[in-house]
């Protein structure tokens, strides 16, 4: 900026003033929505705003009906977001004039009977208690009930608010596919039987709230003064409005009450008949009958364990409730929200899993359907979304389909579907043949000390190899097991022809296989079973597909299997080291800043182990104990079944 200054000589001198101000408006840009919501969190009082917003890590789970289309998600805080991208309502309670709010009470989660997709978040402080609950009752429709409780030994008098704010569940650092945060409310209307989100009905409160309000703005305000807005209706062009539904009860000690709310999952929802209980019947009819639902869907299979192992059964049984959850008509997504697209890999071993535990119709649509998107060259893409295939070559997508298709045969022994299918597994196998020919090379016997002949070519498919291409025995393990079940897809089929020779295809590979692993291993000077060719890494999990895949220790040369679990399981017997905990905990710090990346570094424990080749004294004798039984029982069933 150029100023001239007058003075009392006839010249006039000009002074070119570099000035910081005028730097920074020239640089400056309109603030966005999730970075005012975020300044607002850092000057609010605690508990004002969902932890996330401070750049705590917050988790969440998801609330719909087997196969629904429509997915809320409930946060562990008890804060509730019914429909993707939009606002969410956040439970408070108030006390003698006191907030009591999700980080000021001890918080629980537990689910329905301990495996049902019913959650539930509780809330444990010395004023008041506070029992969220919803379950989705079907594609259209959730319910949410709010049980408060006394737990005092005097009478005392709460009020619970449930507060609408234009902010999703969805954290600011999942943006995956996502515009998550903010989440605009532009109009929001209501009285004591119904409240409208942008024109749209949004909830209905089944027991009329004592007080309601609504107002410009993202609900701090009230929060902060314990002012409940007054108007019946609030308009705001940039999308921060907001409202509060107040319930003001007298509680005896220790008696509780429950409010209920139905809360809509999308647009064209009818409203709810008449409720002179607060709607306390028609919830609990419509819970027995999601209980009974989710009983069906996840009784179809007996799993017998011993009794101390009934968390495992729980944990299968909630894991298969998550999958029919986030199921889309034939689509397998890998979540809700960020994860809406279906990749291969998940889908293949979501669909093997759907298989085993009585749902192969699901398994079978899936198959049917993502086989349609396979590519003229034979590949199967590696994901699809509501954009289509997606054509970044990943070359454990085709191996892949060919297990899972094996997987529902072997249970199913359809072999119907299997002809119906018959082309693209023709073509499925022509094109693993075709790319394991490219390896196949005289040079690749003397490149990276051959430890790349015979192998798949590089790819990015393993998310620790996006910077660079590499030979990721992820590829391969898929691929073997792939080849091992076209075979069985062809003796099905009646095929002899091709039977023998992908059995040759498929020998000739695993030779290939356990060749490049011992190449490896020398090329590196490492005594566990690597990652990747070119990396020597160490990443046991990367391995351990290739036993969920049906793989067995003798796929493998046997001194480094056991050195790679066996060092696996010391670094998991450390975690509670303060060392790695710290190094954890600032992992967690990094990860979970808005729009920044950063990797989990171990501290010095990653480094230290890699180092030191010899099992610690007492670990190793354990540690194949431990081995030898993780890997036997899974292949004892699979040859059971």
Same mark, same amino acid.
């Given at each position: 900026?150029?100023?001239?200054?007058?003075?009392?000589?006839?010249?006039?001198?000009?002074?070119?003033?570099?000035?910081?101000?005028?730097?920074?408006?020239?640089?400056?840009?309109?603030?966005? /929505?999730?970075?005012?919501?975020?300044?607002?969190?850092?000057?609010?009082?605690?508990?004002?705003?969902?932890?996330?917003?401070? %750049? #705590?890590?917050?988790?969440?789970?998801?609330?719909a009906?087997?196969?629904?289309?429509?997915?809320?998600?409930?946060?562990?805080?008890?804060?509730?977001?019914?429909?993707?991208?939009?606002?969410?309502? #956040?439970?408070?309670?108030?006390?003698?004039?006191?907030?009591?709010?999700?980080?000021?009470?001890?918080?629980?989660?537990?689910?329905?009977?301990?495996?049902?997709?019913?959650?539930?978040?509780?809330?444990?402080?010395?004023?008041?208690?506070?029992?969220?609950?919803?379950?989705?009752?079907?594609?259209?429709?959730?319910?949410?009930?709010?049980?408060?409780?006394?737990?005092?030994?005097?009478?005392?008098?709460?009020?619970?608010?449930?507060?609408?704010?234009? +902010? =999703?569940?969805? &954290?600011?650092?999942?943006?995956?596919?996502?515009?998550?945060?903010?989440?605009?409310?532009?109009?929001?209307?209501?009285d004591?039987?119904?409240?409208?989100?942008?024109?749209a009905?949004?909830?209905?409160?089944?027991?009329?709230?004592?007080?309601?309000? !609504?107002?410009?703005?993202?609900?701090? =305000?009230?929060?902060?003064?314990?002012?409940?807005?007054?108007?019946?209706?609030?308009?705001?062009?940039?999308?921060?409005?907001g409202?509060?539904? $107040?319930?003001? +009860?007298?509680?005896?000690?220790? *008696?509780?009450?429950?409010?209920?709310?139905?809360v809509?999952?999308?647009?064209?929802?009818?409203? &709810?008949p008449a409720?002179?209980?607060?709607? $306390?019947?028609?919830?609990?009819?419509?819970?027995? #009958?999601?209980?009974?639902?989710?009983?069906? =869907?996840?009784?179809?299979?007996?799993?017998?364990?011993?009794?101390?192992? @009934?968390?495992?059964?729980?944990?299968?049984?909630?894991?298969?409730?998550?999958?029919?959850?986030?199921?889309?008509?034939?689509?397998?997504?890998?979540?809700?929200?960020?994860?809406?697209?279906?990749?291969?890999?998940?889908?293949?071993?979501?669909?093997?899993a759907?298989?085993?535990?009585?749902h192969?119709? $699901?398994?079978?649509?899936?198959?049917?359907?993502?086989?349609? !998107?396979?590519?003229?060259?034979?590949?199967?893409?590696?994901?699809?979304?509501?954009?289509?295939?997606?054509?970044?070559?990943e070359?454990?997508?085709?191996?892949?389909?060919?297990?899972?298709?094996?997987t529902?045969?072997?249970?199913?022994?359809?072999?119907?579907?299997?002809?119906?299918?018959w082309?693209?597994?023709?073509?499925?196998?022509?094109?693993?043949?075709?790319?394991?020919?490219?390896?196949?090379? /005289?040079?690749?016997?003397?490149?990276?000390?051959?430890?790349?002949?015979?192998?798949?070519?590089?790819?990015?498919?393993?998310?620790?190899?996006?910077?660079?291409?590499?030979?990721?025995?992820?590829d391969?393990?898929?691929?073997?097991? %792939?080849?091992?079940?076209?075979? !069985?897809?062809?003796?099905?089929?009646?095929?002899?022809?091709?039977?023998r020779?992908?059995?040759?295809?498929?020998?000739?590979?695993?030779?290939?296989?356990?060749?490049?692993?011992?190449?490896?291993?020398?090329?590196?000077?490492?005594?566990?079973?690597?990652?990747?060719?070119?990396?020597?890494?160490?990443?046991?999990? @990367?391995?351990?597909?290739?036993?969920?895949?049906?793989?067995?220790?003798?796929? !493998?040369?046997?001194?480094?299997?056991?050195?790679?679990?066996?060092?696996?399981?010391?670094?998991?017997?450390?975690?509670?080291?303060?060392?790695?905990?710290?190094?954890?905990?600032? *992992?967690?710090?990094?990860?979970?800043?808005?729009?920044?990346?950063?990797?989990?570094? +171990?501290?010095?424990?990653?480094?230290?182990?890699?180092?030191?080749?010899?099992? =610690?004294? %007492? +670990?190793?004798?354990?540690?194949?104990?431990?081995?030898?039984?993780?890997?036997?029982?899974?292949?004892?069933?699979?040859?059971?079944?």
């Open positions: 900026m150029r100023f001239e200054s007058g003075g009392p000589t006839p010249n006039r001198s000009k002074y070119l003033l570099a000035i910081p101000l005028a730097c920074a408006a020239a640089f400056a840009r309109a603030e966005t /929505p999730n970075e005012r919501i975020a300044g607002a969190a850092r000057s609010a009082s605690p508990g004002t705003y969902a932890r996330s917003w401070s %750049g #705590e890590a917050l988790y969440w789970t998801v609330v009906a087997p196969g629904g289309k429509r997915k809320a998600i409930l946060s562990e805080d008890g804060a509730l977001e019914p429909i993707k991208g939009g606002y969410s309502i #956040e439970p408070f309670v108030w006390v003698d004039g006191r907030r009591v709010a999700a980080r000021d009470a001890r918080r629980s989660q537990t689910l329905d009977a301990g495996d049902l997709p019913i959650p539930s978040v509780t809330w444990d402080h010395p004023a008041a208690r506070l029992r969220v609950r919803t379950f989705a009752a079907s594609d259209d429709v959730a319910f949410a009930s709010y049980r408060v409780e006394n737990p005092r030994e005097q009478e005392q008098t709460l009020e619970l608010w449930l507060v609408l704010r234009p +902010m =999703q569940v969805l &954290p600011t650092w999942q943006f995956l596919n996502r515009s998550p945060g903010f989440a605009p409310i532009r109009e929001i209307r209501g004591t039987a119904r409240v409208r989100v942008n024109g009905d949004a909830l209905w409160p089944l027991a009329p709230p004592d007080r309601f309000g !609504f107002a410009p703005g993202d609900m701090h =305000q009230p929060l902060e003064s314990h002012a409940l807005p007054s108007a019946r209706e609030a308009h705001a062009d940039d999308g921060f409005c409202g509060v539904l $107040a319930w003001r +009860m007298t509680l005896a000690p220790h *008696a509780a009450r429950e409010l209920h709310m139905r809509a999952l999308g647009p064209g929802v009818a409203a &709810p409720s002179e209980d607060g709607g $306390a019947g028609l919830v609990a009819k419509a819970l027995a #009958e999601v209980v009974a639902t989710w009983r069906e =869907q996840l009784g179809r299979v007996e799993i017998a364990l011993p009794s101390k192992a @009934a968390d495992v059964e729980r944990t299968l049984r909630t894991a298969l409730a998550h999958v029919l959850a986030n199921r889309d008509g034939p689509r397998l997504p890998s979540g809700p929200r960020n994860y809406e697209r279906s990749w291969i890999r998940d889908g293949a071993l979501i669909a093997s759907l298989a085993e535990f009585g192969a119709d $699901a398994a079978r649509d899936f198959l049917a359907w993502y086989a349609g !998107f396979q590519l003229a060259n034979g590949a199967l893409p590696c994901c699809v979304d509501a954009r289509g295939a997606d054509p970044t070559p070359h454990d997508s085709t191996g892949a389909f060919l297990f899972a298709l094996g529902y045969a072997r249970q199913t022994r359809d072999a119907a579907f299997v002809r119906s299918l082309p693209r597994v023709r073509r499925a196998v022509a094109r693993l043949e075709q790319l394991r020919s490219e390896s196949r090379d /005289p040079r690749w016997r003397t490149e990276l000390d051959g430890a790349a002949f015979g192998l798949l070519p590089e790819s990015i498919s393993h998310e620790g190899y996006a910077k660079k291409a590499v030979h990721s025995y992820w391969d393990l898929f691929a073997r097991q %792939g080849l091992r079940e076209a075979v !069985f897809l062809a003796e099905l089929d009646g095929d002899a022809e091709r039977a020779a992908w059995s040759e295809s498929r020998d000739a590979f695993e030779r290939d296989l356990l060749a490049s692993y011992t190449a490896a291993i020398k090329l590196h000077g490492i005594p566990f079973l690597p990652g990747s060719v070119e990396f020597g890494d160490f990443d046991p999990t @990367a391995t351990a597909v290739g036993f969920e895949l049906g793989g067995e220790p003798r796929d !493998f040369p046997d001194p480094a299997l056991h050195a790679t679990f066996a060092r696996y399981l010391r670094e998991v017997a450390r975690r509670d080291e303060p060392r790695v905990l710290r190094a954890i905990r600032d *992992a967690d710090r990094q990860r979970t800043r808005p729009h920044r990346r950063a990797r989990c570094r +171990m501290g010095r424990a990653r480094v230290e182990s890699r180092r030191t080749a010899t099992p =610690q004294p %007492g +670990m190793e004798p354990v540690a194949r104990d431990r081995l030898d039984r993780c890997i036997a029982r899974p292949m004892a069933r699979r040859s059971a079944a």
